[in-house]
């Protein structure tokens, strides 16, 4: 069983910076994806960054490559998001997820934090 607590998010202005935690309590394997989505309002939730539990593998959404880092700290078992740059598009609920399939696939993901708010204003 892995459980998920994100911390971060809020408000930011367009161009600034926020940056998103998970902590991580449980055991996942090393080949566990560690992922973040977000869902805005009306829309479905959709991908934004992954890292293998590992750290070999990062994934990103092109909607925020060059913008957005994920980052892994084995010490603290906690996963990152850095947003750079955040446009009005970027207002979502974000959340980070655990799973074992394709990181870049929402159904491969089984557990689930409550998802932080991010709101960017233009």
């Known amino acids: 069983q892995v459980q998920l607590v994100e911390s971060g998010g809020g408000l930011a202005q367009a161009g600034g910076s926020l940056r998103l935690s998970c902590a991580v309590s449980?055991?996942?394997?090393?080949?566990?994806?560690m992922g973040w989505f977000r869902q805005a309002p009306g829309k479905e939730r959709e991908f934004v960054a992954a890292?293998?539990?590992?750290?070999?593998?990062?994934y990103y959404a092109d909607s925020v490559k060059g913008r957005f880092a994920i980052s892994r700290y084995n010490a603290k078992n906690t996963v990152y998001l850095q947003m750079n740059s955040l446009t009005p598009e970027d207002t979502a609920v974000y959340s980070c997820?655990?799973?074992?399939?394709?990181?870049?696939?929402?159904?491969?993901?089984?557990?689930w934090g409550q998802g932080p708010q991010v709101t960017v204003s233009s």
């Open positions: 997820a655990a799973g074992s399939g394709a990181a870049r696939d929402l159904g491969s993901y089984n557990f």
């Open positions: 449980g055991r996942p394997t090393s080949g566990y994806a």
């Open positions: 890292i293998r539990w590992n750290g070999f593998e990062i």
